[in-house]
C-alpha cells in the first residue's frame, strides 16, 4: 500500500493504536510535528523526518491523535521467500536483511524521498506506457535511500536551518508569548517578508505562525501538567489574545481542549509510572 495524507487540523482518534502484521510500514513526513509511539517507544517527528515501523509492532499517534501535518507512506511486505519482482533472491534478501538490521525507527530522511514518492504515486495513479516497470525501479530506490539515510546516522551531523532562518526560530523559541509580525522577523534577517515565509517553511515545514503557535502550545503542555493550573491565565501568559483562541489552536495541534489534556495530565499524575517517557530530537 502507498499513499499521501494531510491534515489541516488535528484529528482525534485518527491513528489508535493498530498494527501491520508482516509488513513495514515507511512514512517521511514533509510538513508539521507529530508525536507517535510503537511498542515502548515514544518519538516527535519534525518535517525531513522518516519514521519506521517493523511489521506486527502495534503503535499510533499519542493519545490516538494524528496532528496538522503532510506525510508520505508506504507499507512493504516484511518476509521475502520468493524474489521481488526485477531481483534475484539474493538481492530481495538484502534488501530486507537491511531493514532487519535497523537500529533507529526515526532518522532526519534525505530530501530526494519527496521526489521519489511523488514519481511513485504519478506511476501508480496515471497508468502511461511501462509504469509498471518505472514504478517498480522507483520503489527499489526509495528503500535504498531508505537505508542509506539510515546509515550516514552514526557519523552525521545534522544540518541546522540557514543563519537567517535560526535566527527566527531562536527569537521564536525564546519568547513564544511575543507576537513579533512577519515583517519584523524578515527585517531582522535582511529578507523581504515573502522570502524569508518561502525559507522558513521550507527549511521548518511550518509557517512562521504555525511554528510560534507549536512552541505556545509545547509550553502549555507544560503548565497544563502542573496541579492547580487555570486555563485563561495560561492564555494570557502565552501571550494569546483569548482564552477562547487558545482553546481553538490547542485542539488544532493537539486533538484535545486544554481541560482534556489538564484531566489527561491530572490521571497520568496518579498512574504509578506517570507520563511516558518520549524522545525528543
Known amino acids: 500500500m502507498l499513499g499521501w495524507s494531510r491534515f489541516a487540523k488535528a484529528q482525534p482518534q485518527a491513528l489508535a493504536a493498530h498494527q501491520h502484521p508482516n509488513y513495514w510500514e515507511i512514512c517521511y513526513l514533509v510538513r508539521g510535528t507529530v508525536d507517535w509511539w510503537a511498542g515502548k517507544n515514544y518519538t516527535t517527528l519534525h518535517a525531513g523526518d522518516v519514521y519506521i515501523t517493523p511489521p506486527n509492532r502495534p503503535h499510533g499517534g499519542t493519545n490516538a491523535v494524528m496532528q496538522p501535518c503532510e506525510l508520505y507512506w508506504i507499507q512493504v511486505a516484511g518476509v521475502a521467500r520468493r524474489p521481488w519482482p526485477g531481483l534475484n533472491l539474493a538481492e530481495t534478501r538484502e534488501i530486507g536483511a537491511g531493514l532487519n538490521s535497523l537500529r533507529q525507527w526515526s532518522f532526519p530522511g534525505s530530501p530526494r524521498m519527496v521526489e521519489l514518492f511523488e514519481r511513485l504515486l504519478q506511476e501508480h495513479q496515471h497508468h502511461a506506457a511501462h509504469a509498471r516497470l518505472l514504478a517498480r525501479a522507483i520503489f527499489y530506490q526509495l528503500l535504498v535511500q531508505v537505508l542509506r539515510d539510515h546509515a550516514a546516522q552514526p557519523g552525521r551531523v545534522p544540518q541546522p536551518y540557514c543563519m537567517q532562518i535560526a535566527t ?31 525559507r522558513f517553511i521550507r527549511e521548518t515545514g511550518l509557517t512562521p505562525t504555525e511554528y510560534r ?18 486555563i485563561t491565565a495560561i492564555a494570557m501568559e502565552l501571550g494569546f489574545a483569548s482564552g477562547q483562541y487558545f482553546a481553538t489552536v490547542f485542539r488544532q495541534i493537539t486533538g484535545l481542549t486544554p481541560r482534556d489534556y489538564g484531566r489527561v495530565a491530572a490521571a497520568a499524575r496518579a498512574a504509578p509510572h506517570g507520563w511516558p517517557q518520549k524522545t525528543e530530537k
Do not use: D
Not at 189 to 195: E, K, M
Not at 218 to 227: C, D, H, I, Q
Open 213 to 230: 503557535n507549536h512552541q505556545r502550545i509545547r509550553r502549555a503542555k507544560l503548565l497544563l501538567e502542573r496541579p492547580g493550573h487555570q
Open 168 to 198: 527566527a526560530v531562536q527569537a521564536m523559541e525564546n519568547r513564544p508569548e511575543e507576537s513579533v509580525s512577519l515583517t519584523e522577523l524578515a527585517a531582522r534577517v535582511g529578507w523581504s517578508v515573502s522570502y524569508f515565509c518561502q
